[in-house]
């Protein structure tokens, strides 16, 4: 019931109620002022008082309501801020890592009739739902949709499986559920700013990094091109590293696309996963579903017949938020992704002193 009421008046709604009254405020002020200031009946006047103060206020506003004290004060009423003297329960981790690596974006977790969720740009409350991320119309349909990959991410290399019959097994019973999944697309689409390629062109922009050129989202850019001094820097003293970047042919990020034998939106589609496509692999191996076609033991290959970034590179992009999917079990070994949420989810899993302190800060 709260947050019904609450969805009804931070949505678009609210907009529509400001408008009035700001245009009823507007008038009434036109008004007094002329009758104040002015003798004789000039439209013209009272017009340009009229449109002062509907501008002023629109500007007012849209700051006031731009600021994250706007979602903070909304949370403070109507929920429970996370009380972290407890036990760490089932998501708070995640979501709170979620505001960490957006804290701009995504408000600080918090339980709204008990169920634990944040805010996307003060006002879109997403329920974590056992990590599906739904909007609450998603919210009696939960259980189609299927959870986002809060993959465990070590910092070291994750040792490889071995290569016998269990490990088969599970792995096709992996692949045959990831075939099934569907991932509710609102929280992305929200986060990123658009649900299809045509919206999604507009966040798009050109940069320039390893000495190629793709296309990013505005909101990797930045991060991209601190990445690529710090490759460019090394490259200047480290011959392996001046190896590697010189044999990456194509940087290949932005494309509206699914990942691979599923139905799920690719972070390619959202301009923030970028492909190192080298000139040659030398017969080594990149991507699982191609290792997949010669070899049903594909998850067993050592890191030895894998195509590998240098580990000093690798760990320049995780400085910078973004996860390599060479440490992936389905491995794409070319492909990094902006994910500093899971960066963040697994520095504070290996840190409970960490994360109890970051929690209780909030
Ligand atoms: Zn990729």
Redesign the pocket.
Same mark, same amino acid.
């Given at each position: 019931m709260v947050l019904s009421i609450l969805n009804f008046f931070t949505n678009l709604p609210i907009f529509l109620v400001l408008a009035v009254l700001i245009v009823f405020f507007a008038i009434i002020l036109s008004i007094i002022l002329f009758k104040l200031f002015c003798h004789k009946n000039n439209i013209f006047v009272i017009l340009c008082i009229f449109s002062f103060i509907v501008t002023v206020s629109v500007i007012v506003s849209l700051l006031y309501f731009n600021n994250t004290v706007y979602a903070k004060s909304i949370i403070n009423i109507t929920s429970e801020i996370i009380n972290f003297n407890n036990d760490i329960k089932s998501g708070e981790a995640e979501t709170l890592s979620f505001h960490l690596a957006y804290s701009d974006r995504i408000s600080e977790p918090s339980y709204i009739d008990g169920e634990l969720g944040f805010y996307v740009d003060a006002t879109n409350w997403f329920y974590w739902a056992d990590g599906r991320l739904l909007p609450e119309s998603k919210m009696k349909e939960k259980d189609r949709f299927s959870e986002f990959h809060f993959t465990l991410y070590p910092e070291e290399l994750p040792s490889i499986l071995e290569k016998n019959d269990a490990n088969y097994k599970n792995i096709q019973a992996i692949y045959g559920k990831r075939k099934l999944n569907v991932r509710d697309n609102t929280f992305l689409d929200m986060l990123y700013g658009g649900n299809n390629r045509v919206s999604m062109d507009l966040n798009m922009s050109k940069v320039s990094a390893l000495g190629l050129r793709t296309i990013a989202h505005s909101m990797v850019v930045e991060k991209l091109k601190i990445v690529d001094k710090e490759v460019t820097d090394l490259a200047s003293t480290n011959a392996h590293v001046r190896d590697f970047v010189s044999s990456i042919q194509m940087l @290949?990020g932005y494309a509206w696309r699914n990942i691979s034998k599923s139905s799920i939106r @690719?972070y390619?589609s959202y301009g923030v996963?970028?492909?190192l496509l080298p000139e040659t692999t030398r017969g080594k191996q990149v991507y699982w579903d191609w290792s997949r076609v010669n070899n049903k033991h594909w998850y067993s290959i050592p890191y030895s017949k894998r195509w590998m970034p240098p580990d000093e590179l690798i760990k320049i992009f995780e400085s910078h938020g973004f996860v390599w999917?060479g440490k992936w079990q389905f491995f794409?070994t070319?492909?990094f992704e902006y994910r500093p949420e899971i960066i963040i989810y697994n520095r504070l899993m290996s840190d409970e002193v960490l994360l109890k302190k970051l929690i209780k800060l909030i």
């Open positions: @290949s @690719s390619h996963a970028f492909d999917g794409d070319m492909h």
